[in-house]
């Protein structure tokens, strides 16, 4: 089993940043991505995410504005936000998927974009 964290979400005007945080604790050996999705109520779309090797994925739409990192010990995940857009406004999720194909999820955190 795996528990997630996450911190950081919040209310800011578009242009702003805001950073999300996800410690994960429990069975954390068998990663195989730990990232962030989100939900706007059309589906729940991948943001970023850290492979187990390193490699790094983004959603075209947030490309030059997030930047996903981890700390060294590789259980906390964060999530720079910046240039933050009303389209950005969301639930956003923790994810961490593990190499035999169970997904955890965190709780959620409401991001709010608007002037």
């Known amino acids: 089993q795996v528990q997630l964290v996450e911190s950081g979400g919040g209310s800011v005007q578009p242009g702003g940043s805001l950073r999300l945080s996800c410690a994960a604790s429990?069975?954390?050996?068998?990663?195989?991505?730990m990232g962030w999705y989100r939900h706007s109520g059309k589906e729940r779309e991948l943001v970023a995410n850290i492979?187990?090797?390193?490699?790094?994925r983004y959603a075209d739409s947030v490309k030059g504005r997030f930047t996903i990192s981890r700390d060294s010990a590789g259980n906390t995940v964060y999530l720079q936000m910046n240039n933050l857009k009303p389209e950005d406004e969301a639930v956003y999720y923790c994810?961490?998927?593990?190499?035999?194909?169970?997904?955890?999820w965190g709780q959620g955190t409401q991001v709010t974009v608007s002037s």
């Open positions: 429990g069975s954390l050996r068998s990663m195989d991505a």
């Open positions: 994810n961490y998927g593990s190499i035999g194909g169970a997904n955890y």
């Open positions: 492979l187990v090797g390193g490699g790094k």
